[in-house]
């Protein structure tokens, strides 16, 4: 997915600035724990990229460095042209607000109905807290049904989350993050919870509102297939370090499983998982 990227250089001549840009980034946690190692990469506005790599090779971790809830101990990480490791205040919370986020277990208020849920996208543009669907101005409520509507679950607005399939709930989650109007969507193994036709369900829609809306969306994946399936681009992790870095119709299915090289037992099995 490349229409803006590629719109923009042909009308200008010039590349766009990147959204995201990696420099030599390392995150260590402690002596000895290299979460991530030396990691550089520019991800290109409109762009779909996937993650893809075992547990523990530094997904979340790169995640954390984009939205800024962790601070690379080397290198440089921008986000939207800012350096977002040194961002204080106001500019942090105005970049976190331009960065939508979706995670594996969705994190809705099991309590709360659909609706509410997605209303709580907007609380970065309210003052103080909300209790209860009617706190929220009229127009938050209506663009909560927009979006609702989108992810094709406006008529179980008023159903709680907890009622809700697991499905049925990112979906939830996905409208409640268009809330924020991002430009950045970041996606941590969102469909790692769901069945196989649900898991699809969920990357088509992500994919779909991507393109419509120009989002620049980084996913988190373990499976090799969605990734190949659904990225524009694939960026394998192995160990903190990067393995991979290829568009995605140019990776085979072999290659892109050798991010799963095994080196222990505990991979050998994950790497049957990523089938
Ligand atoms: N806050 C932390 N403190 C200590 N070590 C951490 C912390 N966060 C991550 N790590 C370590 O950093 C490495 C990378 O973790 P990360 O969560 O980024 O991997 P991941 O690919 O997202 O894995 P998973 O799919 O299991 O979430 C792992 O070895 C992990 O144990």
């Not at 030396?38 to 996937?50: A, E, K, N, Q, R």
Request: overall charge neutral.
């Amino acid at each position: 997915m490349e229409p803006l990227a590629s719109a923009e250089r042909e009308l200008t001549g010039v590349a766009p600035e990147p959204h995201v840009r990696f420099r030599g980034a390392t995150k260590s946690f402690g002596k000895g724990i290299h979460a991530l190692e030396d990691v550089s990469f520019d991800i290109t506005p409109g762009s779909f990229t996937v993650l893809l790599g075992l547990s523990g090779s530094g997904k979340s971790t790169t995640l954390r460095l984009i939205n800024g809830l962790h601070t690379p101990t080397d290198g440089e990480v921008s986000v939207l042209g800012e350096a977002i490791g040194t961002a204080r205040g106001h500019r942090l919370q105005d970049l976190r607000r331009q960065i939508g986020m979706v995670f594996q277990q969705f994190h809705l208020v099991n309590s709360m109905s659909a609706l509410e849920n997605v209303c709580t996208g907007a609380l970065g543009e309210l003052r103080g807290p909300r209790i209860g669907l009617m706190m929220y101005p009229k127009r938050i409520r209506e663009r909560a049904l927009e979006q609702l509507e989108r992810v094709g679950l406006a008529d179980q607005r008023f159903q709680r989350a907890e009622n809700l399939s697991g499905g049925q709930q990112q979906r939830v989650a996905v409208a409640r993050a268009l809330m924020q109007k991002p430009k950045v969507l970041l996606a941590d193994e969102p469909v790692a919870s769901l069945d196989p036709k649900s898991a699809h369900q969920v990357m088509r829609l992500i994919s779909g509102i991507a393109r419509e809306d120009g989002l620049t969306v980084v996913c988190s994946l373990h499976q090799v297939e969605l990734a190949r399936e659904w990225g524009d681009r694939i960026i394998g992790l192995r160990g903190g370090r990067v393995v991979l870095d290829a568009d995605a119709a140019d990776i085979s299915h072999e290659q892109a499983l050798e991010i799963y090289a095994t080196v222990s037992g505990r991979e050998d099995a994950e790497s049957e998982r990523a089938l």
